[in-house]
T-cell receptor, first 112, second 111 residues
Framework: NAGVTQTPKFQVLKTGQSMTLQCAQD?????MYWYRQDPGMGLRLIYYSASEGTTDKGEVPNGYNVSRLNKREFSLRLESAAPSQTSVYFCASIPPWNTEAFFGQGTRLTVV | DAKTTQPTSMDCAEGRAANLPCNHS???????VYWYRQIHSQGPQYIIHGLKNNETNEMASLIITEDRKSSTLILPHATLRDTAVYYC????????????FGTGTKLQVIP
């Protein structure tokens, strides 16, 4: 039982490049979330998906798009990366009864 | 802005109890108190949650005041592996979309 798996773990992009961060969970959860964490800061919600086929904006959605491909997978796309998007990105999966969140190990993204 | 307030940092001697406080000044009646921790910038790890009553599990105990405006996470016998940033949050049964993770408390367990 892997829980929440994020790929890649590390990535360096040049300004203007695009990339997709992948997240998959094997716990059959409906809800999945994408957060970013800047140095010395708490987590900020980018987008979330309450169920397959639905997505909604969080606190800091600008510059990102998401896709809930199926119940297992929720991807985050940066169309044109900017240095301000340098951060650690965490994906989380939450069971139907909305209690504890299960987080992935993060993707450390640097935009130069 | 974080809805909860916590001390920025705390120290605890190894083997002693670590008591981490949190103020929940804006918590509403249907919101739970959750505690998470984050070790070495790994993904946050769930510890415990409660609504009104005190709770205990294999990791920690949670004390919630009667007015629910404050809580305390207790690690009964802190070890070096408990060194982490600890977050308290207010969460509803409707999901995490309105949950705010603040900057937490950096707990340093000292040998």
């Amino acid at each position: 039982n892997a829980g929440v798996t994020q790929t890649p773990k590390f990535q360096v992009l040049k300004t203007g490049q695009s990339m997709t961060l992948q997240c998959a969970q094997d716990m059959n959860h409906n809800s999945m979330y994408w957060y970013r964490q800047d140095p010395g800061m708490g987590l900020r919600l980018i987008y979330y998906s309450a169920s397959e086929g639905t997505t909604d904006k969080g606190e800091v959605p600008n510059g990102y798009n998401v896709s809930r491909l199926n119940k297992r997978e929720f991807s985050l796309r940066l169309e044109s990366a900017a240095p301000s998007q340098t951060s650690v990105y965490f994906c989380a999966s939450i069971p139907p009864w909305n209690t504890e969140a299960f987080f992935g190990q993060g993707t450390r993204l640097t935009v130069v | 802005d974080a809805k909860t307030t916590q001390p920025t940092s705390m120290d605890c001697a190894e083997g002693r109890a670590a008591n981490l406080p949190c103020n929940h000044s804006t918590i509403s009646g249907n919101e739970y108190v959750y505690w998470y921790r984050q070790i070495h910038s790994q993904g946050p790890q769930y510890i415990i949650h409660g609504l009104k009553n005190n709770e205990t599990n294999e990791m920690a105990s949670l004390i919630i005041t009667e007015d629910r405006k404050s809580s305390t996470l207790i690690l009964p016998h802190a070890t070096l592996r408990d060194t982490a940033v600890y977050y308290c949050i207010d969460g509803s049964s409707g999901g995490y979309q309105k949950v705010t993770f603040g900057t937490g408390t950096k707990l340093q367990v000292i040998p």
